[in-house]
């Protein structure tokens, strides 16, 4: 069973450009979350796809967007870098299926903002 | 709206003796409740989660956490730390009333084994 993946896993990005983070999903779960960790804290909710629609979404702008694929893996994009941006990005899958509650989550991307 | 709060950002034990790491809730029912480890540059792994049922959970690696509805506490327990154990520690809940499994998270406790 092959689990969360991300990438890049690292990135480097200068004020003002876009960045898009990439996650496939867990085998079998058609729920992806994406959230963003600060240094320091914990992760904060960005939002949550499942069968490609939004489904729930945290307290970030607008120039935060995102993407679910047909084959549930998910972008996330985020328009106009700011400074405080830069945390690392964590997806996690789920499956809404069978009372299962638990979220997986990947490796994560860490997003540095100059 | 839900909200955790983890008391002390660090602890510190020695190995061989108890870990407590504590987490309270606040939530307008019962959420679930979950407690996720963090090593160096890495992603989150759950320990254990709390739904229904009994409410002392066992989790991985000695783990052990009890819900408390009446302290709204779910504390995290292990009785012999090890050095492998260092790490940090986040307590988490979700909504049991369905519309998606958001986490809100705590802010976390580093813990840190001593020999």
């Known amino acids: 069973e092959t689990g969360v993946t991300q990438s890049p896993t690292h990135l480097i990005k200068t004020r003002g450009q876009q960045v898009t983070l990439r996650c496939s999903s867990q085998s079998g779960h058609n729920t992806v979350s994406w959230y963003q960790q600060a240094l320091g804290q914990g992760p904060q909710f960005i939002f949550q796809?499942?069968?490609?629609?939004?489904?729930g979404r945290g307290n970030f702008p607008p120039r935060f967007s995102g993407l679910q694929f047909p084959n549930y893996s998910s972008e996330l994009n985020v328009n106009a870098l700011e400074l405080d941006d830069s945390a690392l990005y964590l997806c996690?899958?789920?499956?809404?299926?069978?009372?299962?509650?638990?979220?997986?989550f990947g490796p994560g991307t860490r997003l540095t903002v100059t | 709206a839900q909200s955790v709060t983890q008391l002390g950002s660090h602890v510190s034990v020695s190995e061989g003796a108890l870990v407590l790491l504590r987490c309270n809730y606040s939530s307008s029912v019962p959420p679930y409740l979950f407690w996720y480890v963090q090593y160096p540059n890495q992603g989150l792994q759950l320990l254990l989660k709390y739904t229904t049922g009994a409410t002392l959970v066992k989790g991985i690696n000695g783990f052990e956490a009890e819900f408390k509805k009446s302290e709204t506490s779910f504390h995290l327990t292990k009785p012999s730390a090890h050095m492998s154990d260092a790490a940090e520690y986040f307590c988490a809940v979700s909504p049991n009333t369905g519309g998606g499994n958001k986490l809100t998270f705590g802010t976390g406790t580093q813990l840190k084994v001593e020999l």
């Open positions: 996690a899958s789920s499956s809404s299926s069978g009372g299962s509650y638990e979220q997986y």
């Open positions: 796809y499942y069968r490609e629609e939004e489904n």
